[in-house]
């Protein structure tokens, strides 16, 4: 083999090597910001205003949407989160993620029977969310949630997942409830 062939086949290899370094840092930094970035963390939950608490009267189950704070500009309407606002007659709220608790498609509320259904498999919840029959393992997923200044505030910016019984932020803001019940921070 010549001296000229050696040389262009090691200058290959080292071009190739280069390109490989490169891709790896490129799919390495998301990760890397992140690891290291605590903005970035930060960013990814926080207080979501759902409206003034009279936009949800007494007795009632409503729909609301909000912006996803995770959301890239590139999302479209994939951005807008939808969830279920229960207000209950004693007071209370439930905000519930519209995700059924088997495998997530979105579910229905019907004030006739007072019931969520899921139109996947048939799974049913009552009005507080709980299992009522069907494949879901549970009930719905639910928010944590606030009143301030009379306007309600979720904590939202995650998908639904075991480890969300109703959520239980590391945010210190006071008072905080859970499914309609005070929770000790
Ligand atoms: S996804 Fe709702 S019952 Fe299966």
Redesign the pocket.
């Known amino acids: 083999m010549s001296d000229q062939s050696q040389t262009r086949r090691s200058m290959l290899y080292r071009l190739g090597q280069g390109l490989m370094g490169l891709g790896g840092a490129v799919m390495a930094a998301p990760i890397v910001a992140y690891i290291f970035d605590p903005g970035f963390r930060k960013f990814a939950r926080s207080w979501i205003d759902l409206g003034n608490v009279s936009d949800f009267p007494k007795g009632t189950v409503r729909f609301a949407k909000y912006t996803n704070p995770n959301a890239a500009p590139t999302d479209g309407d994939s951005k807008q989160i939808p969830c279920w606002v229960r207000h209950a007659e004693d007071g209370t709220f439930q905000v519930f993620y519209v995700n059924?608790?088997?495998?997530?498609?979105p579910?229905r509320w019907f004030a006739q029977s007072r019931l969520f259904m899921?139109?996947?498999?048939?799974?049913v919840y009552y009005e507080d969310g709980s299992r009522a029959s069907?494949?879901?393992p549970r009930g719905l997923y639910e928010y944590s949630y606030e009143i301030k200044n009379d306007r309600l505030f979720v904590y939202g910016g995650e998908l639904p997942n075991l480890s969300i019984p109703g959520t239980t932020p590391k945010d210190d803001r006071t008072p905080l409830t859970v499914g309609g019940k005070e929770r000790k921070a």
């Open positions: 059924c608790a088997h495998l997530g498609c579910v899921c139109p996947c498999h048939g799974g069907g494949p879901p």
